[in-house]
C-alpha cells in the first residue's frame, strides 16, 4: 500500500487517522469502463477512520453533513455505560451518553437514527426511545412485531419525514412507527421468499425516492417497497446483506456477509465494491452497519476491529489485491508416460506411502465464547502458538482456523447483539494468524443453555472462505460446555443421560434456524443430519468439553463427553470428545486428538478423477481397516489404464488419487498414448529378390514379454499384453494429437453456470438443463476447479456460490424453480459479481456457461450486449447455449465473443453432448 497516515488528536481524546492510501479492496472495484454509472467513481478510497473506545460497535446513523451517532454495547456486564457516541464529521468525539428510558432503567441500543436537529431515536431488540439533544428520553414504545415463540426481536432503524421504520428478524416484518409517538402504524411482511416476503430482514433505509431498501439477510437480497408496504422490486446480491443504506445519485449501499460493501445503481445493477475481510485499514471484521453522506462517503461498523472506517468515491479504481501467500504444498505427484490399445491395456503397480500422520491436515476450531466460556478462551489466546506448534508436530503440513460460535440473537437464544458464528480466522499454516484469530476472541452473550453449533458447522462446510484444502484430513473441533440446538439430541444416542426425548431451549418444535438465521424456515437444520453430512463429506468431529451448560444434566460433564463422543463418532473416522475441565491440558489434548485420528485409515482408495475415472480399475479396489504405526506403513495398488471402446488416438491425461478418510495420501499422474486399433509383427510374403522385409514394429509402446507380471518396486512398472496378430495391413499413426495438460498443471478455473428459469423453461427442459449440468459437474475438475450455479429470470441469483463441494452444487440445481422474464444481464451481472468477489480466486481462469431457451426481455438485449462485454473485459470466457427454435443465435453468439463459443441445442436431448463439450474445452484453453 502506497501513502502514509496523519494523526490528528480530536477534542474527546479520539484519535482520527487519516488514511492518504488506494483502498486494497477484497474484490477491487469495477474498472474504468466496465459498469460504473455516469457520475460514480470506479473505487473507493480509506478517508479516514477511529477507534470506538471500551466498547463493541453495532450500529451507526450518519447525517448529511457526514456527523455521525454510533451506539455500542460493553464487553462485560457495566453500570452507567455510555451506550451512545456523537462524532462530528472528522471523527471528533462530541458527546457519549448513557442511555436510559424514561423510568431511568438502562438500555442496550442496537440500532439508531437521528434528526437534523439532534434528537436521536435509539432501539432495543423491544423497545423504542426518543431522546431530546441532551439525552432526555422523550418518549418509549414498543419496538417490533414479536413472534408468537420468540417475542420482538427489532433491528435497524429509518427515519423519513414523520415516520421512522425498522424491522423485526424473527417475525420477518417491516414495521412503520409514527416518529413523534412512537405507536405504530403499519407493518408488512410475511416469512418465505416470494415478493413482500422476507427471510430475517436485518435492516431498512429510506431513499431520496422515498422508497424503503430492505436487507433481506436471509433471501440474499435487497427488497425495494414503496411507503405503503408495496413491492416495487428485488435485487439480487452475491451474499446476504447485514445493513443497507441509501445515498446520494439513487445508490444504495448493502453490507455483505463477507465484510464486503457493494454499491448498487438506481435500478439495483452492481457497481462496484469494496472491502473485504481482514484487519489491515480498507478490511472490514464483522462488520455490522453503515450510513451515507451527502458527500458520497461511506461510514462502515467495523465492529470485529472495533473502529469506524469513512471510504469515499475515487476517480481511480482500486489497487488490486496481491494474491494470498500459499500455504505449504503437498508433496509433488508422481508421472508416468504409457502407451496401450484396446487389446493391450497398459497397467502398472503403485506404491503408496503412508505417513504416521496425515500429510495434510485441516483443522478448524469451533470455540463456544458464550459468558462461561472465559477459562478456556485466554487459555486458548495465551498459548495459541503453543497449539499451532504441536498440531505441526503431528501433521507436518496442517492449517488451523477459528470459528467463532454463539447463538441467534433473538428469544431466549442469544443476547440482541450476539451473532451465531463468525469466521474469526481462515484455514492458515501460518501459527501469527491463529494468535491473531484467537485474540479477536471475547467472552459475553448467550441465553439459554443450547448454542449454534449446528449451524456453525454447516456455515464451516459451506463457507469457501473457510480455505478447505483439497487432499488435507478435515476436522472441526467443537470447544464447548453446552449443545447443540435440535427437537431430540437422543436421537439415535445408544444410552442417552437424560431421559425421553431432549428438547433443549424452547420452542420444542426449533431446531436450528441455519445459514438465513429464520427460525422455522426451509432450511432449518437437523441435529442428525449434520453429523450425517460430516461423515459424507469425510470431516472428522472432536470436541473438547470444559463443563455442562445444560440443567438437564446437573453439572456433569462426563455426561456431556458421553454425548459429544456418541455424536463425534457418527461423523468421519477418528471422530472422539474429551473432558477439558482441566483447560490447562488445551494444546496436548487438540494434539493427542488429530494424531489419534490419523493412525487409523478406515479406507485406503485409489480414486480416479473425473472426467476418466471409469478408464481406470484398480486392484485392491481399496485397503480396509489400515493401522500406522509410528514408523508409517505402505500399500499397494494394480492398477489397470482401458479407455471406452471408440476412444480414438490421442494422449490423455488421466489422475488417480490414494485417498484415506478423504485425505489424500499420494497422487498419480498419468500420459496415455492410446491407439485404437493394435499394431503387430505380420508375416509377409518374400520380395523377388528374396531379401527379407523389415518387420513392422509397434511404436511408442512396451515390449510385450511372456507372461507378464508387474514388479512391487517403489517406482511403477509398465507392462503389455500378448497381442492377436492381424491381417496385415497399412496403418497411419496420426503424429498430432490433442492439446493435454496435468490436471495439476494447468489453470484451475472458477466456472459459473447460469441457467434460464424463465416460465418456459418450466418442466422437461429444466429438467434436462439440470441433468445437463449435474453431468457437467462431473466432468469438471472439482475440487480443484470451483464452480457456482447462478439462476434468471425477471431477477438473478447466485443458488450456490463458488465452491469444490459437488453435493452442494448439485442441491442447487436440485432446488431451481421457474418465475417470469427473461433477464440475461442481470444472470451475466450476477455471475461476474461472484466471480469478483471473494469467492473468487485471482489465479484461476474465469468461466461462465449461460443456458437460455428465449430471447431477452423486451429492451434489455443491449444490457445483456454491455454484461457480456464487461465480463469478456474482466478476462472471463463466456460460453452460451441456445435451447430451441426461439432463442437470438446472433446475440448469444456476440455476447460469447466467438461463434466457436456459442453452441445451439435443437432441443433438450442435445444439451448433455454440449455440456461435455464445453467441459472438456474448459482444462486447456
Same mark, same amino acid.
Given at each position: 500500500?502506497?501513502?502514509?497516515?496523519?494523526?490528528?488528536?480530536?477534542?474527546?481524546?479520539?484519535?482520527?487517522?487519516?488514511?492518504?492510501?488506494?483502498?486494497?479492496?477484497?474484490?477491487?472495484?469495477?474498472?474504468?469502463?466496465?459498469?460504473?454509472?455516469?457520475?460514480?467513481?470506479?473505487?473507493?478510497?480509506?478517508?479516514?477512520?477511529?477507534?470506538?473506545?471500551?466498547?463493541?460497535?453495532?450500529?451507526?446513523?450518519?447525517?448529511?453533513?457526514?456527523?455521525?451517532?454510533?451506539?455500542?454495547?460493553?464487553?462485560?456486564?457495566?453500570?452507567?455505560?455510555?451506550?451512545?457516541?456523537?462524532?462530528?464529521?472528522?471523527?471528533?468525539?462530541?458527546?457519549?451518553?448513557?442511555?436510559?428510558?424514561?423510568?431511568?432503567?438502562?438500555?442496550?441500543?442496537?440500532?439508531?437514527?437521528?434528526?437534523?436537529?439532534?434528537?436521536?431515536?435509539?432501539?432495543?431488540?423491544?423497545?423504542?426511545?426518543?431522546?431530546?439533544?441532551?439525552?432526555?428520553?422523550?418518549?418509549?414504545?414498543?419496538?417490533?412485531?414479536?413472534?408468537?415463540?420468540?417475542?420482538?426481536?427489532?433491528?435497524?432503524?429509518?427515519?423519513?419525514?414523520?415516520?421512522?421504520?425498522?424491522?423485526?428478524?424473527?417475525?420477518?416484518?417491516?414495521?412503520?412507527?409514527?416518529?413523534?409517538?412512537?405507536?405504530?402504524?403499519?407493518?408488512?411482511?410475511?416469512?418465505?421468499?416470494?415478493?413482500?416476503?422476507?427471510?430475517?430482514?436485518?435492516?431498512?433505509?429510506?431513499?431520496?425516492?422515498?422508497?424503503?431498501?430492505?436487507?433481506?439477510?436471509?433471501?440474499?437480497?435487497?427488497?425495494?417497497?414503496?411507503?405503503?408496504?408495496?413491492?416495487?422490486?428485488?435485487?439480487?446480491?452475491?451474499?446476504?446483506?447485514?445493513?443497507?443504506?441509501?445515498?446520494?445519485?439513487?445508490?444504495?449501499?448493502?453490507?455483505?456477509?463477507?465484510?464486503?460493501?457493494?454499491?448498487?445503481?438506481?435500478?439495483?445493477?452492481?457497481?462496484?465494491?469494496?472491502?473485504?475481510?481482514?484487519?489491515?485499514?480498507?478490511?472490514?471484521?464483522?462488520?455490522?452497519?453503515?450510513?451515507?453522506?451527502?458527500?458520497?462517503?461511506?461510514?462502515?461498523?467495523?465492529?470485529?476491529?472495533?473502529?469506524?472506517?469513512?471510504?469515499?468515491?475515487?476517480?481511480?479504481?482500486?489497487?488490486?489485491?496481491?494474491?494470498?501467500?500459499?500455504?505449504?504444498?503437498?508433496?509433488?505427484?508422481?508421472?508416468?508416460?504409457?502407451?496401450?490399445?484396446?487389446?493391450?491395456?497398459?497397467?502398472?503397480?503403485?506404491?503408496?506411502?503412508?505417513?504416521?500422520?496425515?500429510?495434510?491436515?485441516?483443522?478448524?476450531?469451533?470455540?463456544?465464547?458464550?459468558?462461561?466460556?472465559?477459562?478456556?478462551?485466554?487459555?486458548?489466546?495465551?498459548?495459541?502458538?503453543?497449539?499451532?506448534?504441536?498440531?505441526?508436530?503431528?501433521?507436518?503440513?496442517?492449517?488451523?482456523?477459528?470459528?467463532?460460535?454463539?447463538?441467534?440473537?433473538?428469544?431466549?437464544?442469544?443476547?440482541?447483539?450476539?451473532?451465531?458464528?463468525?469466521?474469526?480466522?481462515?484455514?492458515?499454516?501460518?501459527?501469527?494468524?491463529?494468535?491473531?484469530?484467537?485474540?479477536?476472541?471475547?467472552?459475553?452473550?448467550?441465553?439459554?443453555?443450547?448454542?449454534?453449533?449446528?449451524?456453525?458447522?454447516?456455515?464451516?462446510?459451506?463457507?469457501?472462505?473457510?480455505?478447505?484444502?483439497?487432499?488435507?484430513?478435515?476436522?472441526?473441533?467443537?470447544?464447548?460446555?453446552?449443545?447443540?440446538?435440535?427437537?431430540?439430541?437422543?436421537?439415535?444416542?445408544?444410552?442417552?443421560?437424560?431421559?425421553?426425548?431432549?428438547?433443549?431451549?424452547?420452542?420444542?418444535?426449533?431446531?436450528?434456524?441455519?445459514?438465513?438465521?429464520?427460525?422455522?424456515?426451509?432450511?432449518?437444520?437437523?441435529?442428525?443430519?449434520?453429523?450425517?453430512?460430516?461423515?459424507?463429506?469425510?470431516?472428522?468431529?472432536?470436541?473438547?468439553?470444559?463443563?455442562?451448560?445444560?440443567?438437564?444434566?446437573?453439572?456433569?460433564?462426563?455426561?456431556?463427553?458421553?454425548?459429544?463422543?456418541?455424536?463425534?463418532?457418527?461423523?468421519?473416522?477418528?471422530?472422539?470428545?474429551?473432558?477439558?475441565?482441566?483447560?490447562?491440558?488445551?494444546?496436548?489434548?487438540?494434539?493427542?486428538?488429530?494424531?489419534?485420528?490419523?493412525?487409523?485409515?478406515?479406507?485406503?482408495?485409489?480414486?480416479?478423477?473425473?472426467?476418466?475415472?471409469?478408464?481406470?480399475?484398480?486392484?485392491?479396489?481399496?485397503?480396509?481397516?489400515?493401522?500406522?504405526?509410528?514408523?508409517?506403513?505402505?500399500?499397494?495398488?494394480?492398477?489397470?489404464?482401458?479407455?471406452?471402446?471408440?476412444?480414438?488416438?490421442?494422449?490423455?491425461?488421466?489422475?488417480?488419487?490414494?485417498?484415506?478418510?478423504?485425505?489424500?495420501?499420494?497422487?498419480?499422474?498419468?500420459?496415455?498414448?492410446?491407439?485404437?486399433?493394435?499394431?503387430?509383427? /505380420? %508375416?509377409?510374403? &518374400? +520380395?523377388? $529378390?528374396?531379401? !527379407? =522385409?523389415? #518387420? *513392422?514394429?509397434?511404436?511408442?509402446?512396451? @515390449?510385450?514379454? /511372456? %507372461?507378464?507380471? &508387474? +514388479?512391487? $518396486?517403489?517406482? !511403477? =512398472?509398465? #507392462? *503389455?499384453?500378448?497381442?492377436?496378430?492381424? @491381417?496385415?495391413? /497399412?496403418?497411419?499413426? &496420426?503424429?498430432?494429437?490433442?492439446?493435454?495438460?496435468?490436471? *495439476?498443471?494447468?489453470?484451475?478455473?472458477?466456472?459459473?453456470?447460469?441457467?434460464?428459469?424463465?416460465?418456459?423453461?418450466?418442466?422437461?427442459?429444466?429438467? *434436462?438443463?439440470?441433468?445437463?449440468?449435474?453431468?457437467?459437474?462431473?466432468?469438471?475438475?472439482?475440487?480443484?476447479?470451483?464452480?457456482?450455479?447462478?439462476?434468471?429470470?425477471?431477477?438473478?441469483?447466485?443458488?450456490?456460490?463458488?465452491?469444490?463441494?459437488?453435493?452442494?452444487?448439485?442441491?442447487?440445481?436440485?432446488?431451481?424453480?421457474?418465475?417470469?422474464?427473461?433477464?440475461?444481464?442481470?444472470?451475466?451481472?450476477?455471475?461476474?459479481?461472484?466471480?469478483?468477489?471473494?469467492?473468487?480466486?485471482?489465479?484461476?481462469?474465469?468461466?461462465?456457461?449461460?443456458?437460455?431457451?428465449?430471447?431477452?426481455?423486451?429492451?434489455?438485449?443491449?444490457?445483456?450486449?454491455?454484461?457480456?462485454?464487461?465480463?469478456?473485459?474482466?478476462?472471463?470466457?463466456?460460453?452460451?447455449?441456445?435451447?430451441?427454435?426461439?432463442?437470438?443465435?446472433?446475440?448469444?453468439?456476440?455476447?460469447?465473443?466467438?461463434?466457436?463459443?456459442?453452441?445451439?441445442?435443437?432441443?433438450?436431448?442435445?444439451?448433455?453432448?454440449?455440456?461435455?463439450?464445453?467441459?472438456?474445452?474448459?482444462?486447456?484453453?
Amino acid at each position: 500500500m502506497g501513502g502514509g497516515r496523519r494523526p490528528r488528536r480530536r477534542r474527546g481524546g479520539g484519535l482520527v487517522l487519516t488514511v492518504a492510501i488506494t483502498l486494497v479492496a477484497g474484490t477491487g472495484g469495477v474498472p474504468a469502463g466496465t459498469g460504473a454509472a455516469p457520475g460514480q467513481a470506479d473505487g473507493f478510497v480509506v478517508d479516514a477512520w477511529w477507534p470506538v473506545a471500551g466498547g463493541d460497535p453495532l450500529a451507526i446513523d450518519v447525517q448529511p453533513d457526514g456527523t455521525s451517532h454510533v451506539v455500542a454495547a460493553p464487553f462485560l456486564p457495566a453500570v452507567d455505560f455510555p451506550a451512545l457516541t456523537r462524532y462530528d464529521a472528522a471523527g471528533g468525539v462530541v458527546a457519549r451518553r448513557v442511555v436510559r428510558d424514561a423510568a431511568g432503567g438502562e438500555l442496550r441500543p442496537i440500532a439508531v437514527a437521528a434528526t437534523a436537529g439532534g434528537s436521536v431515536y435509539v432501539g432495543t431488540d423491544r423497545k423504542l426511545v426518543l431522546l431530546d439533544p441532551e439525552g432526555k428520553p422523550v418518549w418509549e414504545a414498543p419496538a417490533g412485531d414479536g413472534h408468537a415463540d420468540f417475542g420482538p426481536a427489532a433491528r435497524g432503524l429509518a427515519l423519513s419525514a414523520d415516520t421512522l421504520y425498522g424491522v423485526d428478524l424473527a417475525n420477518a416484518r417491516v414495521v412503520a412507527y409514527q416518529a413523534g409517538t412512537g405507536q405504530r402504524r403499519a407493518r408488512w411482511g410475511t416469512a418465505g421468499t416470494g415478493t413482500g416476503s422476507y427471510l430475517a430482514p436485518a435492516d431498512v433505509a429510506v431513499g431520496a425516492d422515498g422508497r424503503l431498501r430492505v436487507a433481506d439477510f436471509g433471501n440474499r437480497r435487497i427488497q425495494v417497497i414503496d411507503a405503503q408496504g408495496n413491492p416495487v422490486a428485488r435485487w439480487p446480491l452475491p451474499g446476504r446483506p447485514r445493513a443497507v443504506a441509501a445515498g446520494g445519485g439513487g445508490h444504495t449501499y448493502a453490507l455483505l456477509d463477507s465484510d464486503e460493501v457493494i454499491v448498487l445503481g438506481p435500478t439495483g445493477t452492481p457497481l462496484v465494491r469494496f472491502g473485504g475481510r481482514g484487519r489491515a485499514v480498507g478490511r472490514l471484521q464483522m462488520a455490522s452497519d453503515l450510513g451515507a453522506a451527502a458527500d458520497g462517503r461511506v461510514y462502515v461498523v467495523d465492529r470485529g476491529n472495533r473502529r469506524v472506517q469513512v471510504f469515499r468515491p475515487a476517480a481511480t479504481p482500486p489497487t488490486p489485491v496481491p494474491p494470498p501467500t500459499p500455504t505449504a504444498s503437498p508433496p509433488a505427484p508422481e508421472h508416468r508416460t504409457l502407451a496401450g490399445c484396446p487389446g493391450a491395456p497398459p497397467s502398472l503397480t503403485w506404491d503408496v506411502a503412508l505417513p504416521p500422520a496425515a500429510p495434510r491436515a485441516d483443522v478448524l476450531l469451533a470455540i463456544d465464547t458464550t459468558g462461561s466460556m472465559e477459562s478456556l478462551i485466554s487459555t486458548a489466546q495465551a498459548r495459541a502458538l503453543d497449539i499451532a506448534a504441536a498440531l505441526r508436530a503431528v501433521s507436518p503440513d496442517v492449517a488451523v482456523g477459528v470459528l467463532d460460535v454463539r447463538d441467534y440473537p433473538y428469544g431466549a437464544a442469544g443476547l440482541p447483539s450476539d451473532w451465531p458464528w463468525h469466521l474469526r480466522g481462515p484455514l492458515s499454516t501460518v501459527p501469527g494468524d491463529l494468535v491473531a484469530a484467537t485474540a479477536d476472541l471475547w467472552a459475553g452473550g448467550g441465553g439459554d443453555a443450547p448454542e449454534a453449533y449446528a449451524g456453525a458447522i454447516a456455515a464451516a462446510l459451506d463457507d469457501p472462505l473457510v480455505g478447505w484444502r483439497p487432499g488435507a484430513r478435515r476436522f472441526i473441533v467443537v470447544l464447548g460446555d453446552s449443545v447443540p440446538r435440535d427437537d431430540d439430541l437422543n436421537d439415535a444416542v445408544a444410552r442417552p443421560h437424560v431421559p425421553g426425548p431432549w428438547r433443549p431451549g424452547g420452542p420444542a418444535w426449533w431446531k436450528d434456524s441455519g445459514p438465513d438465521w429464520a427460525p422455522g424456515s426451509a432450511d432449518d437444520l437437523d441435529w442428525q443430519a449434520v453429523l450425517d453430512r460430516l461423515r459424507r463429506d469425510d470431516v472428522t468431529l472432536l470436541a473438547g468439553i470444559s463443563g455442562a451448560a445444560p440443567g438437564e444434566l446437573a453439572g456433569r460433564t462426563g455426561d456431556l463427553v458421553d454425548y459429544w463422543q456418541s455424536w463425534a463418532a457418527r461423523t468421519a473416522p477418528g471422530g472422539q470428545a474429551v473432558d477439558l475441565t482441566d483447560v490447562g491440558r488445551l494444546t496436548q489434548a487438540l494434539a493427542a486428538m488429530v494424531a489419534a485420528a490419523g493412525r487409523r485409515i478406515e479406507r485406503l482408495a485409489a480414486v480416479a478423477e473425473a472426467p476418466r475415472a471409469g478408464w481406470v480399475s484398480a486392484a485392491p479396489a481399496a485397503h480396509a481397516g489400515v493401522d500406522v504405526g509410528p514408523g508409517g506403513a505402505a500399500r499397494s495398488f494394480d492398477l489397470t489404464f482401458s479407455p471406452p471402446a471408440g476412444t480414438p488416438d490421442g494422449l490423455y491425461t488421466l489422475a488417480v488419487d490414494a485417498v484415506g478418510d478423504g485425505g489424500r495420501y499420494g497422487r498419480l499422474e498419468v500420459a496415455l498414448a492410446w491407439r485404437a486399433l493394435c499394431v503387430a509383427p /505380420t %508375416a509377409v510374403e &518374400p +520380395t523377388p $529378390t528374396d531379401e !527379407p =522385409t523389415p #518387420t *513392422a514394429t509397434t511404436a511408442a509402446t512396451a @515390449t510385450p514379454t /511372456t %507372461a507378464p507380471s &508387474p +514388479t512391487a $518396486t517403489p517406482s !511403477p =512398472t509398465a #507392462t *503389455a499384453s500378448a497381442v492377436p496378430t492381424p @491381417t496385415a495391413r /497399412t496403418i497411419h499413426l &496420426p503424429l498430432a494429437m490433442r492439446g493435454f495438460c496435468f490436471p *495439476a498443471q494447468r489453470p484451475q478455473a472458477d466456472i459459473v453456470l447460469v441457467l434460464d428459469t424463465s416460465a418456459s423453461m418450466a418442466g422437461a427442459k429444466l429438467e *434436462a438443463a439440470r441433468a445437463a449440468a449435474q453431468t457437467f459437474l462431473g466432468l469438471v475438475n472439482l475440487p480443484r476447479d470451483h464452480a457456482a450455479v447462478g439462476a434468471f429470470d425477471s431477477d438473478a441469483r447466485m443458488v450456490a456460490g463458488l465452491t469444490g463441494n459437488r453435493t452442494a452444487l448439485r442441491a442447487a440445481l436440485d432446488g431451481l424453480s421457474t418465475g417470469e422474464g427473461t433477464r440475461i444481464d442481470r444472470g451475466l451481472a450476477v455471475a461476474l459479481g461472484e466471480i469478483q468477489g471473494l469467492r473468487g480466486r485471482r489465479d484461476a481462469r474465469a468461466v461462465i456457461v449461460l443456458l437460455t431457451d428465449g430471447r431477452p426481455t423486451a429492451g434489455t438485449a443491449g444490457d445483456a450486449v454491455r454484461a457480456a462485454e464487461r465480463a469478456r473485459a474482466a478476462g472471463v470466457t463466456v460460453f452460451t447455449i441456445g435451447l430451441g427454435a426461439d432463442v437470438d443465435g446472433d446475440l448469444l453468439a456476440g455476447l460469447a465473443g466467438d461463434p466457436s463459443r456459442y453452441a445451439y441445442a435443437p432441443d433438450a436431448a442435445a444439451l448433455g453432448a454440449i455440456y461435455r463439450r464445453v467441459a472438456e474445452g474448459i482444462p486447456c484453453r
